[in-house]
């Protein structure tokens, strides 16, 4: 980090709070009522703490900030779905999405500008990778969220922009602040990170002794095909990335969700249903099947819902678990297709 670049309090979990907290000279406890000021009573500014010492006030506000990305644009569903569009400190914008389900009120959050993975029906993928976003960049989606509407998110899924186990470090630091009963305080059985199989990342993931879920982006029962569908099979194919998947259940006991985007003629054959589910038949996962949302300009289009319900009939029939949700609105946007994965996850997690 620059030495002149202030430390966005958004970025520190507790400990690291309280360590920043006594490198300024304050005692462990100053950490405590600053998250209670940015978590629970919405500061916007380090001015309004005032039970922290006016001293202490200015020394804080001398080497850091309070910053959220800023909301620029915001579109409502007919079915209530809202879409964000945020602004960051250097003018890169990002999607994040609000989905309300009953009590359950989930977050679907960015983490990175863009993508580099370049999956070839993705919106994401379409102008690269921009940057990676930063801790306080991922949580900040979620805390503006809450503030914007007042009301409080249950669940998060990383479905947004990018590849979360790509930008790894940002990402933890962010699920550690998402999950942190003096920060956001979501249980890490409602937090879900979905990946186009970063097996090195799934792999470290297992180990870090949380309990989140995990979602891997499988698309295509065999390598030939996945290459194309999610170009990174050629650097992690499908056998080293379902080991990484049976670890992961190992390591946390908490079941992988496999996606499976069907698009027309391509990876919805009643031959591809069967090699699917013979792939699957032994490993406890779920598959969750969703046509695509197609993507102008892709050329993918997704398949008449009769063939969806066939293929999920050929999976189920080796006695893999499917789930095949019917379609909701997606009137904000045709073009993004996490938001209505959001909606089948919710359904099974
Ligand atoms: N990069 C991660 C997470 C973000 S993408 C990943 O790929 O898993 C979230 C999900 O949306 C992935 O399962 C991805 O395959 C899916 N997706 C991307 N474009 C889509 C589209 N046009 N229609 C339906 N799903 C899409
Ligand atoms: Fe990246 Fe996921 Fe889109 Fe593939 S589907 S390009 S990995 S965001």
Redesign the pocket.
Known sequence: MLTHEKVNLFRLTEEAMIAFVQSLGAPAYRARQIMHWLYRKGAETIDVMTDLPRAFRSRLAENCVVALPEAVELRQSADGTRKFLFRLTDGVTIESVLIRDGSRLTACLSSQAG?????PF?A??LGGLERNLRTEEIVGQLVAMQRLTGERVTNVVMMG???PLANYRSVLGAIRLLNHPKACGIGQRHITV?T?GVVPGIRRLAMEGLQIGLAV?LHAPNDALRNQL?P?NRRYPIAPLLAACREYFAATGRRVTLEYVLIDGLNDTPELAEELGVLLRDMNCLVNLLPLNPVPGTGFRRPEPERIADFAAIVRARGVRVTLRREMGTDIDAAC?QLRRVRRLQGVS
Do not use: Y
């Open positions: 993508c580099g993975i370049g999956c993705c994401t993928a922009m990018g590849e979905s186009s982006s999610v990174l297709g």
